[in-house]
């Protein structure tokens, strides 16, 4: 069953219907909401439409409960307390975050200002990203990145949905607590969008270790030099690299001595050659570890680990 947080955000007609809907939240990942189209829930081995009539989750887009316009509208007031105002600045951003770390995706249209977002109006398309501590998922990802003297630099590569921000989170927690064998590190995070910490009201509503420091909102590059300055922190860990500024950035923190667990977009190690941030990256040697990761047709993760010379040394299932 959806949480009562979760059920909140529906439009009150919807609230009982999906409650009888039976949705298992445990395994559930995303819930898109479309102007127009069809209500769906994601979980790893696919997608399901919910049909009103049998109130259940079904397979078939047929029956389908198509969102209403109205609909939308009723949700982003509950989503913002009726005060689009007091929260422009995140869906400026493309999100809100949720008590809980479950996050909301927002598209629509924008109005911008001299060539930039200045604002989105018009949300008529919603991504419930459903917050889930794996606690324990990235072992193997550490124990493949771990050296004599902490951590080699290490990139984590993978495709939207595969899960990649997860690792990552749970990652950092591993680094940061430390076990019987490795003394827990100290770790600053850039989460610029609240992906990692989930915070709320500043404070981070997942665990990220005793030793974890979380920069919130700031851009990457900005995020790792303020840290550096402040926090000296013995690990970086950023969220989806891409830009040339967060290269240079990255490399002024091994510079300073720290080590780097950071994500980007990737789907496999060669596709880091068309990233343009990554190609003229002069500080691209550094890197001792990629980690890809892959996911299947019936959602089951698995990990291949490449050396710092883009060679396949490792993988295993996850």
Same mark, same amino acid.
């Given at each position: 069953m959806l949480e009562e947080q979760l059920l909140r955000l529906f439009p009150i007609h919807? #609230?009982?219907k999906l409650k009888k809907a039976d949705i298992d939240q445990g395994e559930l990942e995303e819930i898109r909401i479309r102007a127009g189209q069809p209500l769906m829930f994601l979980y790893g081995n696919g997608e399901f439409v919910f049909d009103e009539n049998r109130e259940m989750l079904c397979r078939s887009c047929e029956n389908g409960y198509r969102m209403t316009r109205r609909d939308l509208e009723e949700m982003v007031g509950f989503l913002c307390n009726y005060s689009m105002y007091a929260y422009e600045e995140q869906l400026r951003m493309g999100y809100l975050t949720l008590p809980g770390g479950h996050r909301v995706g927002v598209a629509g249209e924008v109005a911008l200002m001299q060539g930039r977002i200045a604002r989105l109006q018009h949300i008529y398309f919603l991504n419930i990203r459903i917050a889930r501590e794996k606690k324990g998922c990235a072992k193997p990802l550490v124990e493949a990145v771990r050296d004599a003297t902490g951590i080699h630099n290490t990139l984590i590569l993978s495709p939207p949905g595969v899960g $990649? %921000? %997860?690792?990552? #989170?749970d990652a950092i927690r591993i680094l940061s607590e430390g076990d019987h064998m490795y003394a827990g590190v100290k770790v600053g995070v850039v989460d610029e969008r609240s992906e990692l910490g989930a915070g709320y009201l500043g404070i981070p509503q997942n665990d990220l270790g005793p030793r974890t420091d979380v920069l919130e909102g700031a851009g990457k590059s900005e995020g790792i030099y303020m840290l550096l300055r402040s926090m000296s922190p013995q690990v970086i860990a950023v969220d989806e690299l891409? =830009? $040339? !500024? !967060?290269?240079? =950035?990255v490399t002024r923190a091994f510079h300073s001595g720290c080590r780097l667990i950071g994500t980007i977009h990737g789907e496999t190690i060669e596709s880091l050659q068309h990233i343009c941030g990554f190609l003229g990256w002069s500080g691209k040697q550094e890197i001792g570890r990629f980690i890809v990761l892959e996911k299947d047709g019936d959602g089951q993760r698995y990990m291949q680990v490449y050396n710092g010379d883009m060679e396949r040394i490792g993988g295993q299932k996850l």
């Amino acid at each position: 069953m959806l949480e009562e947080q979760l059920l909140r955000l529906f439009p009150i007609h919807m #609230r009982e219907k999906l409650k009888k809907a039976d949705i298992d939240q445990g395994e559930l990942e995303e819930i898109r909401i479309r102007a127009g189209q069809p209500l769906m829930f994601l979980y790893g081995n696919g997608e399901f439409v919910f049909d009103e009539n049998r109130e259940m989750l079904c397979r078939s887009c047929e029956n389908g409960y198509r969102m209403t316009r109205r609909d939308l509208e009723e949700m982003v007031g509950f989503l913002c307390n009726y005060s689009m105002y007091a929260y422009e600045e995140q869906l400026r951003m493309g999100y809100l975050t949720l008590p809980g770390g479950h996050r909301v995706g927002v598209a629509g249209e924008v109005a911008l200002m001299q060539g930039r977002i200045a604002r989105l109006q018009h949300i008529y398309f919603l991504n419930i990203r459903i917050a889930r501590e794996k606690k324990g998922c990235a072992k193997p990802l550490v124990e493949a990145v771990r050296d004599a003297t902490g951590i080699h630099n290490t990139l984590i590569l993978s495709p939207p949905g595969v899960g $990649k %921000t %997860t690792y990552l #989170r749970d990652a950092i927690r591993i680094l940061s607590e430390g076990d019987h064998m490795y003394a827990g590190v100290k770790v600053g995070v850039v989460d610029e969008r609240s992906e990692l910490g989930a915070g709320y009201l500043g404070i981070p509503q997942n665990d990220l270790g005793p030793r974890t420091d979380v920069l919130e909102g700031a851009g990457k590059s900005e995020g790792i030099y303020m840290l550096l300055r402040s926090m000296s922190p013995q690990v970086i860990a950023v969220d989806e690299l891409g =830009a $040339k !500024d !967060d290269f240079e =950035a990255v490399t002024r923190a091994f510079h300073s001595g720290c080590r780097l667990i950071g994500t980007i977009h990737g789907e496999t190690i060669e596709s880091l050659q068309h990233i343009c941030g990554f190609l003229g990256w002069s500080g691209k040697q550094e890197i001792g570890r990629f980690i890809v990761l892959e996911k299947d047709g019936d959602g089951q993760r698995y990990m291949q680990v490449y050396n710092g010379d883009m060679e396949r040394i490792g993988g295993q299932k996850l």
